[in-house]
């Protein structure tokens, strides 16, 4: 069994500044994918950023040069470094990565159950 639990989320002014991260914990043998999904109300998941075990990394538009994703690979830890936020930053953020359990397994999909983040105007 894997788990992912999210924290570092909360309430912050307008060009406030927080830090996500997302541990993975359980039977690991590797992560592959890590990624930060939001979903805001009303509004599809949407991705922000991932990150790959081999280093490739992929930014949203809306956040690229103000959001930074980065991971921890001995501490199977992905975070999201999130400056100048704005209120449009609202939504419950997602921790997602692909884990393989053991070497002859694929790779499973996990997700972590959420962390709020709120953008004061």
């Known amino acids: 069994q894997v788990q992912l639990v999210e924290s570092g989320g909360g309430l912050v002014q307008a060009g406030g500044s927080l830090r996500l991260s997302c541990a993975a914990s359980g039977s690991i043998f590797m992560i592959n994918y890590m990624g930060w999904y939001r979903q805001a109300p009303g509004k599809q998941r949407e991705l922000v950023a991932s990150?790959?075990?081999?280093?490739?990394?992929n930014i949203t538009d809306s956040v690229k040069g103000r959001f930074t994703i980065s991971r921890d690979n001995a501490k199977n830890t992905v975070y999201l470094q999130m400056n100048s936020l704005k209120p449009e930053d609202t939504a419950v953020y997602y921790c997602r990565a692909t884990v393989k359990v053991v070497l002859t397994t694929p790779y499973g999909d996990y997700w972590g159950q959420g962390t709020q983040v709120t953008v004061s105007s």
């Open positions: 990150t790959t075990r081999s280093g490739y990394t």
